[in-house]
């Protein structure tokens, strides 16, 4: 184990993930690179180590608590303790479209099954790898969470008729499913405050990546960095917060 830690990022074989366990790897983390499919685990994993970081896939799909219970007994076996969770992995449930212009996403036409499957990645997948790692997370002398969301998580932004997204396709599931994983963020704060872990949301930007068919404008260092600096901040640092490149955004 390096002497910075161990940090997990679920879904780090591409996108925001690679560039989050990229950039952990890069300040001497030992990285945990969480993905469903071990082969492309291994893959990223290989990259990072060949760019110098000390990187090792885990198989682990956030909607089946077994793999994340298997990826917690592995951690203790072999590094007895966790320091960083990166709770990234996510879905948009439209394919290769940006949930801001799904029609398919739209509340009065929504299909229930579709809004069940995002919320069983993006909210229900967040608590059970959350759980499943938290008695790891227990020992370390500086345990950070934090939960990459999305700007569309914020009701501020959203209920603003005059806001950035009053322009953009209502969303009946990936925008509640991030404000859902807000919520969850608070919560999980107010319950670890006094155990010294910080818990706290992202929101990463608009980022080029498969889940918006590369319209992003961000790279995924540009998206990642902010969800480093949360996943390391200081004894100090803010717990229960949503943050931006930009700072707080509002819930
Ligand atoms: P991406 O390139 O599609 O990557 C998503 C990652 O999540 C992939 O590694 C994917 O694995 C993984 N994943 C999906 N379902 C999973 C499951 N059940 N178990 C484990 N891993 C799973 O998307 P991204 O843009 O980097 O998104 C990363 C996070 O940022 C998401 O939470 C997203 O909502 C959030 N976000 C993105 C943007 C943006 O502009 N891109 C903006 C705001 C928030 P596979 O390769 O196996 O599919």
């Known amino acids: 184990m390096s002497e ?26 030992t990285v945990l690179v969480g993905a469903r499919d071990p082969r492309r685990g291994e893959e ?24 994340a219970r298997e990826v917690a007994r592995h951690v203790e076996e072999r590094f007895g303790r966790l320091d960083v969770l990166v709770n990234n992995a996510g879905i ?4 290769q479209v940006s949930p801001a212009d799904a029609h398919d996403q739209v509340p009065s036409t929504v299909d229930l099954d579709m809004v069940r499957a995002v919320f069983e990645t993006n909210v229900f997948g967040v608590i059970a790898v959350t759980n499943a790692v938290l008695p790891l997370l227990r020992r370390s002398p ?12 914020s009701l501020t932004l959203t209920s603003d008729p005059d806001g950035p997204f009053a322009a953009l396709l209502p969303s ?8 859902a994983l807000n919520a969850l963020t608070v919560q999980y ?10 818990v706290n949301a992202v929101a990463p930007g608009y980022v080029d990546t498969d ?9 995924v260092e540009q998206g990642a960095s902010v969800v480093v600096r949360l996943a390391t901040l200081g ?17």
Request: net charge negative; proline share 5%; hydrophobic share 40%.
């Open 4 to 29: 910075h830690g161990v940090a997990l990022v679920t879904g780090a074989n591409k996108g925001i993930g690679r560039g989050v366990a990229g950039g952990l790897a890069a300040l001497g983390f």
């Open 44 to 67: 990223a994993a290989e990259a990072l180590r060949a760019a110098g970081g000390d990187a090792h896939a885990v198989t682990l799909d956030v909607t089946d608590p077994a793999t």
């Open 92 to 95: 948009t449930g439209s394919g």
């Open 142 to 153: 500086s345990p950070r969470v934090v939960n990459v969301s999305s700007h569309a998580a």
């Open 172 to 179: 009946a599931a990936y925008s509640p499913s991030k404000s």
């Open 189 to 198: 704060a107010n319950e670890l405050r006094a155990d010294g872990v910080l």
């Open 211 to 219: 889940s918006n068919n590369h319209t992003g404008f961000l790279t």
């Open 235 to 251: 004894a100090d640092g803010p717990t229960g917060g949503f943050f931006g490149e930009e700072g707080p955004v509002s819930w």
